[in-house]
Structure formats: C-alpha cells, structure tokens
C-alpha cells in the first residue's frame, strides 16, 4: 500500500508540474507587433477592456499594436463616426484562458484629441492635447494619465475606482467622481472649476479666479490656488479651499 501511495504521489507531483510549465508557456507564449489600417478621421479614443493604450497626439493617424500574439489577434479596432473603439473580440462557442495571457499595448497617433475614454481595466497615456475642449472619462477601474493639457472646456469623470491625472491649463474645468476612483488635477490650472463628488473619491484640482463645490459622501475635494470657493455639502467629506 505505501508503495501505491508513493507511486500517486510522484504521479500528482509530476502532472503539477507539467500544468505549471503549461501554464507557464502560455504566460510567455510568442509576441507580435501588427498595424492597424483605420479608414477615415478619428479625434476620440474609447478603450474598452483590458488593453493598455499609449496616445501620442501630432502627426498622421496611425494604429500600431504590440503583445501576445493570440490576444493581439482578437483585438477590435474600429472607427465609429470618428471616434476609435479599441477592445478584444470575445468570441461565442470558444473556449480562451485571458488570465494566462500577457497583455496588449496599443500606440495610436493623430492629428487632435477632443476625448478619451476607458471601460474597463485598461490604462491610457497620453502625452499632450491641445484644442477648444477635451472629455476624459473612466468607467471601471482603469487609469488616465494626460502629461499636458491646454484647452479652453476640459472635463474629467470617474465611475467606479478608476483614477484621471491631469496636467496643464483650462479656462473651465469640470471635474466629477461617482464611486471610489479618484482625479488628479492639482497640477491643472484652470481659471473656474466645477467640482462634484459623490462617493468615496477624492479629487484635488489648482483654480486662480472660482470653483463651485458640490460634495455628497465620503470623498474628499481639494482645491488649490486664490479661487473663491463656493460649497454645497451633504456628506462626511472635508473640502480644502486655498491648500
């Protein structure tokens, strides 16, 4: 009997590790880079899922993918009435493993942006927007990152416990919080702001001239610079005016 009890227990240990290495071999399974013709103009980028997305603003559009090949085969890529929706294809009746997969980063260029936004665990980065206005919106957990921003109308939203980080100017900026994600704005000067949290969220953003508070939950709102701060709060948050 302990001769059996050996035998299976060499067997157990040897089909384990036969999972791992599989499992293993499909964590680092071959890479692949490939182009992605999109026809017409595109100004607004929505990253749906898990993709990470790298957005570089100036110069002819162009889409251009690199990671795992199997995932980077069931990418989406398309032009919706200008706007560039980017996800995986999840396809009915198969079979596929996304956690023993690595990831996708995707690069995209063009001309101008006027909006981003996320649904889902991706992140974004985008280096610089210039332009009358600009939305950023994260739906899900996923991460915005805008390294310089100048417009006239900018707006940030978050729902869910995704986060926006924002640097720049705006002569308006509307800043808004549903859930536990937080925004990142204290290096965006803008001349007024519009701030609304409901939840757990915190937001810090740099105003010069106003900003119209309106707090309900537990967030907290932090507002920088000589602005004359206007609040209306219903919550156990705290509103910082002047840090």
Same mark, same amino acid.
């Given at each position: 009997m302990r001769t059996i009890a050996l035998i299976s227990t060499v067997a157990l240990a040897a089909f384990a590790t036969a999972c791992h290495a /599989? &499992? %293993?071999a499909e964590e680092t399974g071959p890479r692949a880079q490939r182009d992605f013709p999109v026809a017409g103009a595109f100004d607004k980028i929505a990253l749906e899922g898990s993709? =990470? /997305?790298v957005v570089t603003v100036g110069g002819a559009a162009a /889409?251009? *993918?690199? &990671? =795992?090949?199997e995932m980077i085969d069931r990418l989406e890529i398309v032009n919706e009435n200008g706007q560039l929706r980017i996800g995986y294809r999840h396809d009915s009746g198969s079979w596929f493993s996304w956690s023993h997969h690595r990831g996708v980063t995707v690069h995209v260029t063009l001309p101008a942006l006027a909006g981003a936004s996320i649904a889902g665990s991706g992140d974004m980065r985008i280096d610089r927007v210039q332009g009358p206005a600009f939305a950023g919106t994260v739906t899900g957990s996923g991460g915005m990152n805008v390294a310089s921003l100048t417009a006239d109308q900018a707006s940030f939203s978050v729902t869910g416990s995704g986060d926006i980080t924002a640097a720049g100017r705006a002569r308006q !900026? %509307? *800043? #808004?919080i549903t859930g536990s994600g937080d925004l990142h704005l204290t290096q965006l000067e803008a001349a007024n !702001?519009? /701030?609304a949290v409901a939840g757990s969220g915190d937001i810090g953003i740099r105003a010069t001239e106003t900003a119209a508070i309106e707090l309900r939950g537990s967030g907290d709102v932090t507002v920088a610079g000589p602005a004359r701060c206007t609040i209306n709060k219903s919550g #156990? &948050? =705290?509103v910082h005016c002047g840090a």
């Open positions: /599989v &499992g %293993n993709p =990470d /997305v /889409v251009h *993918a690199e &990671g =795992d090949q !900026a %509307n *800043a #808004s !702001a519009t /701030v #156990s &948050g =705290d």
